[in-house]
């Protein structure tokens, strides 16, 4: 029988009882109240005051430090790349380029042309020093950057003048132009940079600018004025962290919130039963899965294989899908999702298929294996919780009588989940932003240039390693797809990732606005969003 049967009547008390008690993820305390157009006296010209609800904490604006869904949420609006996905064609638009790269005949020069007239929030003027300085800082093993690999094929940078910019490569990248459009490669002014700390105090050329923020809590944004592009119909923007997804959600129905861009499955009938709120749907390339540890795992049972895979067939995937999601998700059978480059069917065929009695049958071949304790590390977010109560119980069905679940709060997570032998299980997302797998493959799983977060055996990872290596360093598609899925493969057969599902994005928004959207990289710009007439 499926788990989610068994769950049935436990998870439909807790849906039903939602509106009355803070949810069953335990995450109950809540947030600081985002400040209104009143309480703050931010009744303007353009409007009143914005308000966004996040169920996830910001880590920093720093667009170059962070690599968040919350914290690119707020540095999406101040900051702008050298393109932009078009979320309906996904081609790459120039943005603070002008024009699409030129590339050389053997793919090793990149040349841009660069947007003039453009200046950043302190005034400083936007050009090719800022874009080649950006770079250079990414490519900095000192300086820390969140997504060092977007710059791991730059060899030097040229200026020939103030708007153009040239890249020598090492080598052809095959996904350099989904890099110069990555949330991560935000230009940054290099006096800021220099002179303050932009974790605090953000400073880009994009449509909003920084006015203030209470650490952990939120953040105020107002429009630009002096803006390159077209203005904004939104003057003033609150962000605001509000933990407990159902008190974010009674916020949207006081019209103390006016947008909530993640809002989960079981609170979708509150927000569809107000007829001052719409709850939206838009495509997402965006995996959720179980991660495992082979080396570096708390406990060294994790370097058996057989282990690994008893816990691939302990995870009901379908039924967490069919019941915890509503529809509102596809259960993935492969790393690669469909709306990803590098995808095909055959890359489904070596899913290890939900099997509580086969994982038992390897439990009991190994004395003692059924007892091991697993720590199973767990961001504290609405998502995730559900995802590990319900995958404990998962695994307890499939034989396993010690996991052992450890709840972070999500900036603790995203630290605590790259420390050295700290768990051995964990569930973590991924919104692809460039839809290339190998921007999947390379940040998640790359031994030297990934998060490592997952770990696999030293001979594993140097497989892997070389297939995520080998599938940037051309531009010929069909090698390419042909090393993505071979990493896909090896992840999947080795037992290092159970994909659990290819996620929509689900998002909530009050009536007095439209055009509300997000992208299938999980981004929302503020400046597309419009007054309803």
Known sequence: MKLWKKLLTLSVTCVLSVSLLAGCSGTTTPGTAAPTGTES?????????????????????????????????VNAQIYETLYRI?????????????????????????????????????????????????????????????RASIASSIDTM???????????????DG?????????????????????????????????????????????????????????????????????DESTAVSRMETGEAD??????????????????????TSEAAALYYVGMRASSS??????????????????DKEGYVEYMMQGYAETAYSVLGPKIFGYTPEAEEANIAYDPEGAKA????????????????????????????????????????NVQIETLDWTAWLTESQVDNRFDIT?????????????????????????????????????LDAYIDASKTTSDTAVRTENLQACNNMLMEEGYVQPVYNSVNIFCYNNKYTNITRDPGGAFYVMDFEYAS
């Open 259 to 280: 947008f909530m861009p993640n809002i989960s499955v079981e609170q979708l009938s509150r927000v569809e039963s107000n007829a001052s709120l719409t709850a939206a």
């Open 41 to 73: 006296g931010n009744e303007t010209a353009g409007g009143e005051m914005f308000n966004i609800a996040l169920t996830a904490a910001f880590t920093g604006f720093d667009p170059l430090r962070t690599n968040d869904s919350a914290s690119t949420y």
């Open 362 to 401: 390897i439990l009991d071949a190994h004395p003692g294996w059924a007892d091991e304790k697993l720590v199973f590390l767990v961001p504290s977010t609405p998502a995730y919780s559900k995802m590990g109560e319900y995958f404990q119980a998962s695994l307890k069905d499939a034989g396993f009588n």
């Open 158 to 172: 040229e200026c020939p003048d103030d708007y153009t910019i040239v890249f020598h490569l090492l080598y052809e």
């Open 86 to 146: 078009n979320p309906e064609t996904g081609e790459y638009d120039p943005l603070l380029a002008t024009e699409l790269p030129e590339y050389s005949e053997d793919g090793l020069t990149v040349t841009v042309k660069l947007r003039e007239g453009v200046t950043f929030h302190d005034g400083t003027p936007f050009n090719s020093e800022a874009v080649k300085y950006t770079f250079d800082l990414i490519k900095d093993p000192d300086f820390g950057s969140a």
């Open 298 to 315: 708390a406990n060294p049972i994790m370097a058996e294989k057989d282990f690994r895979i008893a816990i691939a067939k302990g995870i």
């Open 427 to 463: 569930v973590y997302g991924w919104s692809n932003v460039t839809r290339d797998g190998s921007e999947l493959m390379e940040p998640n799983f790359h031994s030297v240039n990934g998060q490592k977060r997952m770990r696999a055996t030293e001979e594993d990872a140097a497989k």
């Open 175 to 243: 996904v350099f132009t989904a890099k110069l459009a990555h949330t991560n490669s935000a230009i940054v002014s290099p006096t800021a940079q220099q002179n303050q700390d932009l974790m605090v105090d953000p400073c880009g050329t994009g449509p909003y600018k920084f006015v203030s923020s209470v650490s952990g809590s939120n953040v105020v944004l107002t429009r630009n004025d002096e803006y390159w592009g077209e203005a904004p119909a939104i003057k003033d923007v609150t962000m605001t962290y509000i933990a």
